[in-house]
């Protein structure tokens, strides 16, 4: 048995092709419950980190611009395998960087973005001068005997010292590690042949700083 709502229809339908009535209306297409989406603020990120001696504390300035309106939300600073984060203040951030080792630094800021800002990033360099130190130290020369000559390095040094002994075309030289500005004893490879004055030099070498070579004359006897 045909339903009366089934009826309906097809009667309405044949009267509307008769001309009689107008055609039944469609259907509206069904409205998308979520909201509509809409693009972020872009923003462009700079970054700055202020040259260093060794020792010192290093710091990264990072500005996020947006295209409008002021970006908020954090930034990261990421220099070799660790990563430093900050809030922004008015689209601006400093991130203390700890003390690096001297030498260039890879340096990636990152702006972290949020549902009203696009993410944004940039690279910039770090660089870290060697520290300047001293070197002082002190000797005794004596014909047929291999010298031995005491080195001290300031501000806590460690690099390699390296020790020359020359006259004329005698030369002796030796390379030994010194550690955190501790004095060494060098013990020369070859005896002073001759008696007379001996030019000593002293030079060093270290990852995080660096010395003036000095020399100075000794008398063998």
């Known amino acids: ?26 259907t ?9 989406s809409y693009a972020k603020v872009s923003t462009s990120t700079t970054v700055k980190v202020a040259k ?6 290093s710091t990264a300035t990072v500005t996020v611009k ?3 309106g002021t970006a908020t939300g954090s930034v990261s600073v990421k220099v070799g395998k660790k990563t430093y984060k900050a ?26 973005g949020n549902a009203s800002f696009a993410r944004s990033s940039k690279k910039a360099t770090a660089t870290v001068a060697k520290k300047t130190a001293k070197i002082s130290f002190s000797t005794s020369a004596k014909k047929g005997k291999k ?26 030289t030796k390379t030994v590690t010194i550690k955190a500005g501790k004095t060494v004893k060098v013990k020369l490879r070859s005896a002073l042949k001759v008696k007379g004055k001996h030019k000593v030099t002293v030079s ?13 004359f000794v008398t063998a006897k």
């Open 1 to 26: 048995m045909i339903r009366k709502s089934a009826l309906a229809g097809l009667t309405a339908l044949a009267l509307a092709a008769a001309g009689l009535v107008a055609a039944p209306a469609a």
């Open 28 to 36: 509206a297409a069904p409205v998308a419950a979520a909201a509509a």
């Open 52 to 57: 260093k001696t060794y020792g010192s504390v």
């Open 66 to 68: 947006a295209a409008k």
């Open 87 to 112: 809030t922004l203040k008015k689209g601006k951030a400093t991130v203390k960087l700890g003390k690096l080792a001297a030498g260039k630094h890879s340096v990636t800021a990152t702006y972290a």
């Open 147 to 172: 010298s031995v000559v005491s080195v001290k390095v300031s501000q806590k040094a460690t690099g390699k010292v390296t020790v020359k002994i020359t006259k004329g075309k005698f030369k002796t």
């Open 204 to 216: 060093f070498k270290g990852t995080n700083f660096t010395a003036k070579t000095v020399s100075k």
